[in-house]
């Protein structure tokens, strides 16, 4: 690759905005900023409301740095309606949709494409964000739930999960379209999808299906979740805090913080902790086999991924009950920074055209 081309990334998180250059494939410079309760006290939930905010530690970073030229900018998707899987230009539809709040839900990626553009326009360069967590595939039978009222939505770690189908497609040297696989991303979230030819073609909802992960709930007993909604209680937001940020781990352990929960288990022999750690083991080994009945059973390999994939008692449960379905691998880890740079640099090179939104 002859021209040297110099992609600024950056995905803002709930209490981060996290900022890279890379230089084609080489990560040249990264920054993560943390910012305090304090300092987002003053906005409202909205993401939006924080541009300006984001937009100044961005800046504040980029002069530090003495960048004085670019080839494009590319942000985090945000909770867009249902898209396909690529490398999407910014454009005005995808601007006036975040700022309207015409958008599948409210998180803090939702403006990594303002915050791109708003860095991109300045130096006179595309911006881009790439295979947000809306990415859309699924077959028609994986839409459908059980109650009309509650079709199956696809809400998966794709970021991710697409850059181990392309490592593991490099690795092999085989076509991404000719891949069978099922990849379980673990992280704080928890997706498990099987790939058919390439695609995604189901998953669990990592925000409310699947396997309990360190701080979510995944799929409950539902007349007990019912039962719990009416006891009089907790109101609506406390029920969505209890599945989405206080379950699973959490919920059992007091934490849902990885290191220290293996820690307890190895240095104290913590049983109590072993237990639920093997639980989630079990759940995640459960969803691997359910959605291997998905592609028939033409399961290729498995790839355990995220950043819990490092945790050898969790991985080790896991494997021991799927490696009869087909040989597993680890990509551990969650480089959101490098598969951003990645998806841009293949379309500055032409391997692949920037889709519409």
Request: proline letters at 4%; one cysteine or more; aromatic letters at 6%.
């Amino acid at each position: 690759m002859g021209k040297k081309l110099k992609i600024l990334v950056i995905n803002p998180g709930n209490m981060s905005t996290h900022i890279a250059l890379f230089e084609n494939d080489n990560l040249i410079r990264e920054e993560k900023v943390e910012h305090s309760k304090e300092e987002l006290s003053r906005f409202s939930y909205r993401a939006v409301d924080q541009i300006d905010f984001r937009s100044n530690v961005i800046n504040v970073v980029l002069n530090k740095w003495n960048i004085t030229d670019l080839s494009a900018v590319i942000g985090r998707g945000g909770l867009f309606k249902p898209l396909e899987s690529g490398t999407y230009a910014v454009n005005d539809k995808m601007v006036e949709d975040i700022e309207k709040g015409n958008m599948s839900g409210e998180h803090m990626s939702n403006i990594g494409a303002l915050l791109a553009m708003a860095v991109a326009n300045k130096f006179g360069v595309p911006s881009y964000i790439a295979d947000p967590v809306s990415v859309d595939e699924f077959e028609p039978l994986a839409r459908v739930s059980g109650i009309p009222q509650i079709p199956r939505d696809a809400l998966q770690h794709t970021l991710n999960i697409k850059s181990v189908i392309r490592r593991y497609s490099s690795e092999t040297a085989k076509k991404l379209e000719e891949l069978n696989l099922i990849v379980a991303h673990l992280g704080s979230g928890i997706s498990i999808c099987p790939i058919k030819k390439g695609r995604i073609v189901d998953a669990n909802n990592a925000i409310q299906e699947g396997p309990f992960s360190p701080q979510r709930s995944g799929g409950l007993p539902v007349n007990h979740l019912i039962d719990l909604c009416f006891s009089g209680k907790y109101t609506q937001p406390e029920i969505k805090k209890l599945v989405t940020g206080k379950g699973g781990l959490t919920a059992y352990l007091g934490t849902g913080n990885l290191k220290e929960i293996v820690a307890s288990i190895e240095k104290e022999n913590d049983t109590i902790s072993k237990f639920y750690l093997e639980a989630m083991a079990y759940q995640i080994a459960k969803e691997i086999g359910a959605m291997a009945t998905v592609i028939k059973g033409d399961v290729e390999a498995i790839i355990l991924t995220g950043n819990a994939a490092y945790v050898k008692l969790l991985v080790d449960g896991i494997k021991e009950r799927v490696k009869f379905i087909a040989p597993v691998f680890v990509f551990a880890g969650a480089d959101e920074m490098r598969a951003l740079a990645e998806n841009a640099l293949r379309v500055l090179t032409g391997k692949e055209s920037a889709k519409i939104y």
